[in-house]
């Protein structure tokens, strides 16, 4: 088991890391909308929120050699399903046409009051062999 953590995405803000690789595969925890750095910055509105979720997801899965092509499985928690289109509206932008299997959860309040939290499940990508 390897444990990932770097500095392009949100620090862990308690007893668990952001990534975890095991047999391949890497397993993300949830992911907040919050901006890298020291202070703690959610931008606003549903749109930009799942951009910087989207953002520190890429950031976290490079660290640990895969990446948003490679995503297997993600849930989306968001406190109102009203929000579902825009959110479904980005996640089509940013993942284009990879379509890994997804959950969404009406959840009520997510942690800081953001409005979009996600957490996935990728594949490592695989070392081009050398010829």
């Known amino acids: 088991m390897q444990f990932i953590e770097t500095d392009t ?14 047999n391949g595969l890497v397993f993300l925890s949830g992911v907040l909308p919050i901006a ?6 959610i931008p606003q509105g549903i749109e930009a929120q799942a951009r910087q979720v989207f953002d520190n997801m890429r950031n976290i899965l490079h660290a640990a050699g895969s990446g948003l092509d ?13 929000l579902w289109p825009s959110v479904n509206a980005i996640y089509g932008q940013m993942l284009g046409t990879h379509k890994p299997a997804r959950t969404i959860v009406p959840c009520g309040a997510l942690h800081y009051d953001a409005l979009i939290e996600m957490n996935a ?8 062999p050398e010829r």
Not at 70 to 82: K, Y
Not at 121 to 128: P, R, Y
């Open 36 to 41: 890298p750095g020291g202070e703690r910055h």
């Open 70 to 82: 490679c995503l297997v499985n993600v849930q989306v928690f968001i406190p109102d399903i009203a």
């Open 9 to 22: 995405a949100p620090s862990a803000a308690g007893h668990y890391s952001q990534a975890v690789v095991s």
């Open 121 to 128: 499940v990728a594949v490592i990508k695989q070392a081009t």
